[in-house]
């Protein structure tokens, strides 16, 4: 049998007996996407379980729990578990909680992050992850889809992994709609932008400095090009990591209910979430956080180029 009819299958399946005695993941898929079942997210963590939730974060990349009632506080706390809470992104943040950012698409704001993407990942130091509870949910759709740059990767064929290794990416915000958002801003606003947030260069492959794992880590919203081939060569090498990203060995979508809770890896899963329920309302609460001895680069994007405040007639469709 061809080597490359297995490929999309894992080498080895995690251990979970063995590694997991406070906690219990059941995967989705093979090593992706966990449900973690047995943890009270209302009760203070023990080390134990604080250590095996990151651990699972790191096998699973994206982790699910059950619907619960959180405070603000306790939101902060789950996020706290797997790095530094950051000063949130770029959306609009609660009052009371300036950490936790409220996205809300109703009849009046279209969901538009419907494209395949890694937050913020024009910047040097993209986030580590998400924390998002999912207060109020449309009857039916509204899903989101995460997909695993590891297992992306480790299904190509060894020369292409070779290839990819030694190639560089530049990423930058201007290629998706938040240019039109910030543009929507005013002229001043994406002036700044322009100035503030210069193209970065990230690896076409970034080995995760906590898990080790290697991870396609080019995504169809933010990545401009590859460095240093012909325009041509980085166009259609794009295109290909690009697409097959999208299979669905590598994908997988949750369905929400109201108050449930999701956790994602941003260096190696990218997510979509489906717009397919307007004019249904659906609340998201987010909390992002850095990696683990790293400081955030930025406090918040909109402020940090005087968009904060202002309110915009197009979505944020990023
Ligand atoms: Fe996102």
Same mark, same amino acid.
């Given at each position: 049998m061809s080597d490359?009819?297995?490929?999309?299958?894992? @080498? &080895?399946?995690i251990p979970i007996e063995e590694r997991y005695r406070h906690i219990r993941p059941r995967p989705q898929l093979p090593n992706f996407a966990a449900h973690i079942d047995g943890v009270d997210l209302t009760r203070p963590f023990s080390d134990a379980v604080r250590a095996e939730l990151y651990q699972a974060l790191l096998d699973f990349e994206v982790l699910f729990f059950a619907?619960?009632?959180?405070?603000? @506080? &306790?939101?902060?706390?789950?996020?706290?578990?797997?790095?530094p809470v950051a000063q949130g992104a770029y959306f609009p943040r609660k009052d009371s909680h300036p950490q936790i950012e409220v996205l809300a698409t109703d009849a009046d704001h279209p969901?538009?992050?419907?494209?395949?993407?890694?937050?913020?990942?024009?910047l040097e130091n993209p986030p580590a992850g998400t924390v998002i509870q999912l207060t109020e949910v449309p009857e039916v759709g509204g899903d989101t889809a995460w997909a695993s740059m590891s297992k992306a990767f480790a299904a190509l064929s060894p020369g292409l992994r070779d290839y990819l290794r030694g190639l560089d990416a530049t990423h930058t915000w201007e290629t998706s709609q938040w240019r039109n958002y910030l543009a929507n801003l005013g002229e001043e606003v994406l002036i700044n932008s322009i100035r503030q947030f210069k193209p970065v260069v990230h690896p076409v492959v970034l080995k995760h400095p906590e898990s080790g794992k290697e991870l396609l880590f080019v995504n169809e919203t933010f990545t401009r090009q590859i460095n240093g081939v012909s325009a041509l060569e980085s166009r259609e090498i794009l295109r290909l990591l690009t697409s097959w990203v999208k299979q669905p060995e590598f994908i997988y979508t949750h369905k929400w209910q109201a108050n449930g809770i999701a956790v994602w890896?941003?260096?190696?899963?990218?997510?979509?979430?489906?717009?397919d329920y307007w004019p249904q309302r659906r609340l998201n609460h987010r909390v992002t956080f850095n990696a683990r001895g790293r400081a955030g680069e930025i406090d918040n994007t909109l402020a940090a180029v005087g968009g904060l405040g202002v309110t915009s007639k197009v979505a944020y469709g990023y």
């Amino acid at each position: 049998m061809s080597d490359y009819k297995k490929a999309k299958s894992v @080498e &080895q399946l995690i251990p979970i007996e063995e590694r997991y005695r406070h906690i219990r993941p059941r995967p989705q898929l093979p090593n992706f996407a966990a449900h973690i079942d047995g943890v009270d997210l209302t009760r203070p963590f023990s080390d134990a379980v604080r250590a095996e939730l990151y651990q699972a974060l790191l096998d699973f990349e994206v982790l699910f729990f059950a619907p619960q009632e959180l405070t603000p @506080e &306790q939101h902060l706390e789950l996020a706290a578990v797997f790095g530094p809470v950051a000063q949130g992104a770029y959306f609009p943040r609660k009052d009371s909680h300036p950490q936790i950012e409220v996205l809300a698409t109703d009849a009046d704001h279209p969901a538009s992050v419907d494209h395949w993407h890694s937050d913020l990942s024009w910047l040097e130091n993209p986030p580590a992850g998400t924390v998002i509870q999912l207060t109020e949910v449309p009857e039916v759709g509204g899903d989101t889809a995460w997909a695993s740059m590891s297992k992306a990767f480790a299904a190509l064929s060894p020369g292409l992994r070779d290839y990819l290794r030694g190639l560089d990416a530049t990423h930058t915000w201007e290629t998706s709609q938040w240019r039109n958002y910030l543009a929507n801003l005013g002229e001043e606003v994406l002036i700044n932008s322009i100035r503030q947030f210069k193209p970065v260069v990230h690896p076409v492959v970034l080995k995760h400095p906590e898990s080790g794992k290697e991870l396609l880590f080019v995504n169809e919203t933010f990545t401009r090009q590859i460095n240093g081939v012909s325009a041509l060569e980085s166009r259609e090498i794009l295109r290909l990591l690009t697409s097959w990203v999208k299979q669905p060995e590598f994908i997988y979508t949750h369905k929400w209910q109201a108050n449930g809770i999701a956790v994602w890896d941003n260096r190696s899963t990218q997510h979509y979430a489906l717009a397919d329920y307007w004019p249904q309302r659906r609340l998201n609460h987010r909390v992002t956080f850095n990696a683990r001895g790293r400081a955030g680069e930025i406090d918040n994007t909109l402020a940090a180029v005087g968009g904060l405040g202002v309110t915009s007639k197009v979505a944020y469709g990023y």
